[in-house]
């Protein structure tokens, strides 16, 4: 899906949105803006990379899932089908605990066999704009403070482990998955994305790395979440030079609009 320029489609109560196609559009969802740009690695139309935004049926729950599943293919496309279905089953409920485990359960169910896959999973409530995140071995997302100015990673955050936890999902069978939650003001913005984007590459060889993806980050502007996920997509590109993609490349910027 790739959306008219300007164009900023709204998602209605109980509807999903999303997969592992290639798709470029920006988004309103309750207390949210987002832009989308799903990027397979051709001459793939699908890839490795999924991304999921929802909105809950009074219309005052967001929810946001990136994921990157290992392999290609058919098995992918399986992949997407059953997290598809667990957002569905679970598109009302505030609490992730039961999504996250579920999901990690279904690569166990799964006859293909998937190996695993990070994901990200957020749940915004726009009237009190707290985030809720769960985060199963994915790179952590950018996040920037309106009230700061100043860009970060949202790993300040998240607590420090006691115990084998938050692992990708499909490893262990009955992982343990942690649910952190942040607050997020007007103007804040936050940039999921997968290891396509940090781990690009340039003619030389070098990757970006996670300390040159934030300093790019600080050069972004701010004034909607379509302007900092375009800017930073041409940012990269311009990094990679003449270098060709080695792999999918997600991003879902978000920006806190206040209450929907």
Same mark, same amino acid.
């Given at each position: 899906?790739?959306g +008219?320029?300007?164009q900023?489609e709204r998602? =209605?109560?109980l509807? &999903?949105?999303?997969?592992n196609? $290639? %798709? @470029?559009?920006a988004?309103?969802?309750p207390g949210?803006?987002?832009?989308v740009?799903?990027?397979?690695l051709?001459p793939?139309?699908?890839?490795?990379?999924?991304?999921?935004l929802?909105?809950?049926s009074?219309?005052?729950?967001?929810?946001?899932?990136?994921?990157?599943?290992s392999?290609?293919?058919?098995?992918?496309?399986?992949?997407?089908v059953?997290?598809?279905?667990?957002?569905?089953?679970?598109?009302?409920?505030?609490?992730?605990?039961?999504?996250?485990?579920?999901l990690?359960?279904s690569f166990?169910?799964?006859?293909?066999?998937?190996?695993?896959?990070?994901?990200?999973?957020?749940?915004?409530?726009?009237? +009190?704009?707290?985030?809720?995140?769960?985060? =199963?071995?994915?790179? &952590?997302?950018?996040?920037y403070? $309106? %009230? @700061?100015q100043?860009?970060?990673?949202?790993?300040?955050?998240?607590?420090?482990?006691?115990?084998?936890?938050?692992?990708?999902?499909?490893?262990?069978?009955?992982t343990?998955?942690?649910?952190?939650?942040?607050?997020?003001?007007?103007?804040?913005?936050l940039?999921?994305?997968?290891?396509?984007?940090?781990?690009?590459?340039?003619?030389?060889?070098?990757?970006?790395g996670?300390?040159?993806?934030?300093?790019?980050?600080?050069s972004l502007?701010?004034?909607?979440?379509?302007?900092?996920?375009?800017a930073?997509?041409?940012?990269v590109?311009?990094?990679?030079?003449?270098?060709?993609?080695?792999?999918?490349?997600?991003?879902?910027?978000?920006r806190?609009e206040?209450e929907a």
């Open positions: 899906m790739t +008219s320029a300007g900023v998602l =209605a109560c509807e &999903l949105r999303g997969g196609h $290639a %798709a @470029t559009y988004a309103r969802l949210l803006t987002a832009w740009s799903c990027n397979p051709r793939s139309r699908r890839g490795g990379d999924l991304y999921y929802s909105a809950c009074h219309g005052s729950i967001a929810r946001v899932v990136i994921a990157d599943v392999g290609h293919g058919e098995k992918v496309s399986a992949a997407a059953r997290l598809r279905t667990a957002l569905r089953q679970h598109i009302d409920l505030w609490d992730q605990s039961l999504l996250i485990r579920d990690n359960q166990f169910r799964d006859e293909q066999r998937v190996e695993f896959a990070t994901a990200f999973v957020g749940s915004f409530a726009s009237e +009190s704009g707290d985030l809720l995140f769960t985060n =199963a071995g994915h790179m &952590l997302p950018l996040l403070r $309106a %009230a @700061t100043e860009w970060s990673y949202l790993q300040d955050f998240i607590p420090e482990p006691k115990e084998v936890s938050d692992l990708p999902l499909g490893l262990i069978p009955g343990g998955y942690h649910q952190t939650a942040a607050r997020l003001a007007s103007g804040d913005i940039i999921l994305y997968t290891d396509g984007i940090n781990e690009a590459e340039n003619e030389a060889g070098y990757q970006l996670l300390q040159c993806l934030l300093s790019m980050a600080r502007p701010v004034s909607s979440a379509t302007a900092a996920g375009e930073l997509m041409a940012a590109a311009r990094f990679r030079g003449n270098a060709p993609a080695k792999d999918d490349e997600t991003v879902v910027a978000l806190c206040g």
